[in-house]
C-alpha cells in the first residue's frame, strides 16, 4: 500500500536513472524504481510535495540510499548531462553504503549485508514486480528522447539527422513544410534545390567538420519556394547520432530583403539594364568564357552624341525618356549571351563574349549605331540621335582588364573623330588621350587672362580688299604645355564644357577690344565676328550673357556677328534656332560658319535665321583639287561656288569665302560672285594692335 503510494507519488517523476553493478529493484511503475542496496536511486522532476513525500516513503520502504535530484525547491540540483548525473549516483550510492554500515536505516530492509554477498536483502514488498534494468534504461532514454523531441519541434528551426549512407533517420516534426513525410532519402531534400544549386547542395551536404552553413533556395512543399541556411553538424562518430545533422534554419525574408537590396545596388533606375558595378564581375565571366570559346573578347563602349544639349534644352524628363529607349533598343539589338549595362549618364557598355575578330567587332558596333539611327519618339516630337561607339577586343585573360580603359580611349577617339562613329582600340590611341587628358587639366587649371589671348583676321571685299569685319581668334599659350592650336584644344573645351567660361572669355575680351577701337575712333561699320560653339548656345543664359557683355563695354550690337556652325545651328531641338533669332532680334548678326564642311543641307538651313554664310577653306580645297583634275578648267567648280552664291542671294545673304591663299583663287571666287574673302592672302590673324593703324584709315561707311 505504502508501496503504491511511493509508486504514484513518484509517477511525476520525468526519468530515473540507475548506476552499478546489478541493483536490487524493489518497486516499479511505470516510471519508477526504488533501488535498494547499495544502489542509489535517483528520481527527477519532481514537486516540491512530491519530493518530500517520497522521502519519507522511500526510507520507510528500504534501507536505501536515494538522492533526489532535480525537483523545482531548488535544493535539489538537476544533472546537466549523463556525466554529471553518473556521479551524483555514485554519491547516492556511496550514502547508501554509509546508511547501510551505520544501521541507520529505518526498516531494516537490507540494511545489514555482507559485501559482495548478493539477493536477500531487501523485502520485496507486496504487489512489487521485479524488472529488468534494461528496461528502466530504456524508459528512461525514451522519456529522455521525447522530451528532447519536443524541444526540437518547438524550434524554429527544422533538424534531419542523416546517416552515411543518405538515408534519412531523423527529422523534426518541421520538416513536414519541407520534405514529404514518405521521403527518406538526403537525395530527396537536395531535389528540392533549383537543379542548379543541387551539386553545390550534395556536397554540402556531404561534407565532413562541424558547423559549416551555406544559404540555398528550396520549394516548400506548399511549392513556395524560399531560402534556407544549412547547417551540417557531421556526428557520424557519436554513438548515439551516428550520422549528419542538418539544421535547416528559414532565412527566406532577410534573404529576400538583401537580393532586393543587391539588385537595387547593382541595376540602373531609369533603364533597368545592369550598371557598371557588375562590369567588373561580367568581364571575369566573359573572360572564362573566352577560355571554353578560344574566340577573343570584346567590350563597347557607347556614347550619344551631345546628349547633354538634348537634356539642357529639352528638359531632362525627354533626356530620361530618350535614354530608356535607347537602352530598349540596345537591349533587342544585342545578341544573346552580350550583356548590356549602363554605365552613368549616356553610356553604355556592351560585353561580347566571344567575337570572331575586329571587321566582326565593327560590324557588330555598326549594327548598334543603325539601330540608334531610327528616330525616336518621345511624346509627341520625334528625336534624332547620333551615337559614338569605342571598341576593344583581346584574346589575352590578362588583358580583359585592360578592356575598360581602351574602349573608353577608343570611344573618346570616334568622339574626337566627330562622332557617329565606331573606333576600334589600337596602342597608337593612347598617345592622343595622354595628350587629351594634359589638355583637359592644363584647361581647367588655366588662368584666362594670362594665358589667353585673341588675334583679329581681316574679312575683306573681295572687289577691293578693303577691310569690313575681323574675326576673332582664340590663342592659349599653357605654362605647362606652351602654345596649343585652337583646332586642339577647342573639341576638348567643348566635351568638357569649358568652352562655355572660354567664350565668356572671349565675348568680353572682343567687346573690350571693340569698345577701345571705337573710342579711338575707328570706322563705325567695322564688325567682329566670335566663333559660338553648339556647347554655348545650349546653355540657356547664353544670350541674356552676350547681350549683357555688349551692354557693359557700351558697344552696339550691331557691330558684332557671331559665328555659328551649320551643325551647331541645326540642333533638331530647335532650341538652337530660337536663341540664335534672339540674338538677331537684339542686333547681332550671324554668320552660318564652315559652310560647306560637313554634309550641308541647304534645305534645312533656311530655317535658320542668319545673315552672312562663310564658306569653309575645305570647299575651297575641294574645288581647287576638281579644277586640277580637270585639268584648270573651272567650270566645274565655278558652278558649285555659283550654285552657293545663288542660293545666298535668293537668302539675301553675302557669302565669305575663307581660306583664300592665292591671287588665282581671289580672282575666281570673285568671278563666281562671291562678295568677301578671309585669307592668308589678305591678311593673316594678328594682335589688335597691329592692326588699328590699318583700321584708323578706313573711310567710313562703306557697304
Ligand atoms: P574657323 O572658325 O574656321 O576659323 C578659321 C581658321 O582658319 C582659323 O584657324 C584661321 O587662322 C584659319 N585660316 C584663316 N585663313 C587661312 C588661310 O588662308 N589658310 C589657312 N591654312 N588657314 C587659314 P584657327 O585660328 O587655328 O582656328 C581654328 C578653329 O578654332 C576655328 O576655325 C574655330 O572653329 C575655332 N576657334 C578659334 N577661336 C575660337 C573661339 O574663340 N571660340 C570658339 N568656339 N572656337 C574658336
Ligand atoms: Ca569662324
Ligand atoms: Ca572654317
New binding site residues.
Given amino acids: 500500500m505504502e508501496l503504491q503510494m511511493a509508486a504514484t507519488t513518484v509517477a511525476h517523476a520525468d526519468a530515473i536513472m540507475t548506476l552499478g553493478g546489478e541493483p536490487d529493484v524493489s518497486l516499479i511503475s511505470d516510471s519508477v524504481a526504488v533501488l535498494t542496496g547499495d544502489h542509489g536511486l535517483a528520481l527527477h522532476g519532481l514537486e516540491r510535495g512530491q519530493i518530500e513525500r517520497a522521502e519519507e516513503l522511500i526510507a520507510e520502504i528500504g534501507g536505501c540510499g536515494f538522492m533526489l535530484l532535480g525537483g523545482t525547491d531548488g535544493e535539489h540540483p538537476a544533472p546537466h548531462d549523463h556525466d554529471e548525473l553518473r556521479d551524483l549516483l555514485a554519491a547516492a550510492t556511496r550514502r547508501a553504503a554509509d546508511n547501510a554500515e551505520r544501521g541507520t536505516n529505518r526498516g531494516g530492509c537490507g540494511s545489514r549485508r555482507d559485501r559482495g554477498t548478493r539477493g536477500g536483502r531487501v523485502a520485496r514488498p507486496a504487489g512489487a514486480v521485479p524488472v529488468d534494468p534494461g528496461a528502466i534504461l530504456a524508459e528512461a532514454e525514451r522519456r529522455e528522447g521525447q522530451r528532447l523531441r519536443t524541444l526540437l519541434d518547438d524550434s524554429p528551426d527544422t533538424m534531419f539527422v542523416i546517416s552515411p549512407s543518405g538515408t534519412i533517420n531523423y527529422r523534426s516534426a518541421s520538416a513536414a513544410q519541407l520534405l514529404d513525410p514518405v521521403a527518406e532519402r538526403a537525395e530527396d531534400l537536395i531535389g528540392l534545390a533549383p537543379a542548379d544549386q543541387r551539386s553545390a547542395l550534395r556536397n554540402h551536404l556531404h561534407q565532413t567538420g562541424t558547423g559549416q552553413a551555406a544559404p540555398f533556395e528550396l520549394t516548400k512543399r506548399d511549392g513556395d519556394s524560399g531560402w534556407f541556411d544549412l547547417r551540417v553538424s557531421d556526428l557520424i562518430t557519436d554513438e548515439l547520432v551516428r550520422g549528419r545533422v542538418i539544421t535547416v534554419r528559414d532565412i527566406t525574408i532577410e534573404t529576400r530583403l538583401r537580393l532586393k537590396l543587391e539588385h537595387q545596388a547593382s541595376t540602373d533606375a531609369l533603364t533597368g539594364l545592369p550598371n557598371r558595378r557588375v562590369l567588373q564581375p561580367r568581364l571575369g565571366d566573359a573572360r572564362s568564357a573566352m577560355e571554353h570559346t578560344g574566340q577573343p573578347m570584346a567590350l563597347m563602349t557607347l556614347d550619344i552624341d551631345g546628349f547633354k544639349t538634348i537634356n539642357d534644352s529639352l528638359g531632362h524628363p525627354v533626356g530620361d525618356a530618350l535614354l530608356t529607349q535607347v537602352a530598349a533598343r540596345l537591349t533587342n539589338a544585342i545578341q544573346p549571351g552580350q550583356t548590356i549595362l549602363r554605365m552613368g549618364g549616356d553610356e553604355f557598355a556592351i560585353i561580347l563574349p566571344s567575337i570572331a575578330g575586329e571587321a566582326a567587332a565593327r560590324l557588330a558596333a555598326q549594327h548598334l549605331l543603325d539601330t540608334l539611327d531610327e528616330p525616336f519618339q518621345i511624346g509627341a516630337r520625334l528625336e534624332h540621335v547620333r551615337t559614338s561607339i569605342g571598341v576593344a577586343l583581346t584574346d589575352d585573360r590578362d588583358h580583359a582588364e585592360a578592356l575598360i580603359g581602351r574602349a573608353d580611349i577608343a570611344l573618346y577617339e570616334a568622339k574626337r573623330q566627330g562622332g557617329d562613329t565606331v573606333v576600334i582600340y589600337e596602342a597608337e590611341l593612347e598617345s592622343t588621350t595622354t595628350r587629351h587628358n594634359q589638355i583637359t587639366r592644363a584647361l581647367r587649371e588655366a588662368d584666362y587672362d594670362r594665358e589667353f589671348s ?2 583679329y ?1 581681316p574679312i575683306v571685299t573681295a572687289e577691293d580688299q578693303t577691310i569690313v569685319s575681323l ?5 592659349w599659350t599653357s605654362p605647362h604645355l606652351g602654345a596649343i ?3 586642339e584644344f ?1 573639341p576638348i ?2 566635351v568638357t564644357g569649358e ?1 562655355c567660361g ?2 565668356k572669355w ?1 565675348l568680353d575680351e572682343v567687346c573690350r577690344q571693340l569698345a577701345a577701337w571705337i573710342e579711338a575712333g575707328v570706322d563705325p561699320d567695322i564688325t567682329v565676328s ?4 553648339a556647347r ?1 548656345l545650349a546653355e540657356p543664359a547664353f544670350v541674356a550673357g552676350v547681350l549683357e557683355t555688349a551692354r557693359r563695354w557700351n558697344v552696339p550690337t550691331n557691330r558684332l556677328v557671331a ?1 555659328i ?1 551649320e551643325s551647331a545651328a541645326l540642333d533638331h531641338t530647335g532650341v538652337a534656332q530660337q536663341r540664335i533669332q534672339r540674338l538677331r532680334d537684339a542686333g547681332l548678326r550671324i554668320s552660318i ?2 559652310f560647306g564642311s560637313g554634309y550641308s543641307n541647304l534645305g534645312q538651313l533656311i530655317s535658320v535665321p542668319f545673315d552672312i554664310i ?1 564658306i ?2 575645305s570647299l575651297l580645297l575641294t574645288l581647287s583639287a576638281m579644277r586640277e583634275q580637270a585639268g584648270g578648267d573651272e567650270t566645274d567648280s565655278c558652278a558649285i561656288m555659283q550654285a552657293i552664291v545663288s542660293i545666298a542671294s535668293i537668302l539675301d545673304a553675302p557669302v565669305v569665302c ?4 592665292t591671287e588665282q583663287q581671289l580672282i575666281s571666287l570673285h568671278a563666281s560672285g562671291i562678295t568677301h574673302i ?4 589678305t591678311g ?2 594678328a594682335l589688335p594692335a597691329l592692326l588699328t593703324p590699318q583700321l584708323m584709315e578706313l573711310e567710313p561707311a562703306r557697304a
Fill in positions: 585673341l588675334v583676321q574675326e576673332a581668334l582664340l590663342r592650336g585652337p583646332d577647342i573645351a567643348e568652352i572660354i567664350g572671349v566670335f566663333n559660338v560653339s554655348q559665328e556652325t560658319d564652315d562663310k569653309d577653306r575663307e581660306g583664300v591663299e578671309q585669307g592668308y592672302l593673316r590673324p
